[in-house]
Nanobody, 124 residues
């Protein structure tokens, strides 16, 4: 069982930045790919970014590429999503997720464990 706890959400002006953190309880944290998804009200939960087990291979949704950066620290059981140049398309609840699946890492079904989410709001 893996418990994930996100933090760092909040209200930011358009063009601003936020840094989301996710801390995992698992001793085997380094054996999981770690991803971020987001869900706006009335919409599907969408893939945002994922990082490989070792942290050397990030992958991003097109909508956030060049603005968001995902990273991990396996010694601290932590994954970070640095979000810059936030815009009107970014407000959502952001979820951290862990995957040990061979399924496509952009799919929700590939992730075994989910955090409770952290809210991001962007004001214009």
């Amino acid at each position: 069982q893996v418990q994930l706890v996100e933090s760092g959400g909040g209200l930011v002006q358009a063009g601003g930045s936020l840094r989301l953190s996710c801390v995992a309880s698992a001793r085997t944290f380094s054996t999981y790919r770690m991803g971020w998804f987001r869900q706006a009200p009335g919409k599907e939960r969408d893939f945002v970014a994922v990082v490989s087990k070792s942290g050397d291979r990030p992958y991003y949704a097109e909508s956030v590429k060049g603005r968001f950066t995902i990273s991990r620290d396996n010694a601290k059981n932590t994954v970070i999503l640095q979000m810059n140049n936030l815009n009107a398309e970014d407000p959502a609840t952001y979820y951290c997720a862990a995957s040990d699946s061979i399924l496509a890492f952009t799919a929700r079904s590939a992730y075994n464990y989910w955090g409770q989410g952290t809210q991001v709001t962007v004001s214009s």
